[in-house]
């Protein structure tokens, strides 16, 4: 995928003169995107909290210390997950290779016995990024993003520090320039 074309399965890099601190240098997983909106997950925004401590009602996550992190600005109180399984999940719809999206705990609960390394392959997501009819349209005429396709490889880096600039090293060299962007343009 060149960069400016986007749709489910891309990133969305925040450029840095992106005004809105809630996407100041994230990486957003587009997980849905049509004539009607788009639909997103910020994946690097850690919230500092784990599954156990979030979820501590739930027996199914008993076990789990899955990082928590702030999918975006839009119903903070809702719960979206993803895993990273090389085989289709029930009831999970895959947003780009590997990566498989899920709200239902019944599809959760059938899906962690045949997880791998469940701490490292599920993420827990509180709220979304989204985008009304021709609203992200907007904001790429505007270059408030920059896009590429998803990798698992990035969705579930170790540290979520690393990914921005991970995945604009990966645009290529032209791009690097925005590394050393400072958070504010009006410092530069």
Known sequence: ???GSYGKGSFLIAN???????FSRTVVLLCNHNDEGSFGLVINRNSGL??????ASSDLLADCECDVFIGGPVAPAQVFYLCRSPHPLP??????????????????????????????????YMGYSGW?????????DQRSWLTCDATDQFVFNV????????????LGKEYEYLLQ?????RNN
């Open 132 to 140: 009304g009819s021709g609203q992200l349209a907007d904001e790429m």
């Open 91 to 124: 009831e999970m719809e895959e947003v780009c290779p590997g990566v498989h999206m899920g709200l239902s705990w019944d599809a959760l609960e059938a899906a962690l016995p045949d997880l791998e390394r469940p701490n490292e392959n599920l993420r827990f």
């Open 181 to 185: 962007a400072p958070v504010d343009p």
């Open 50 to 55: 784990k599954s156990s401590e979030v979820f």
């Open 16 to 22: 840095p003169v992106l005004p809105d601190p809630n």
């Open 1 to 3: 995928m060149e960069n």
């Open 159 to 170: 540290s979520e520090k690393q990914i921005w600039p991970g995945v604009v090293h990966s």
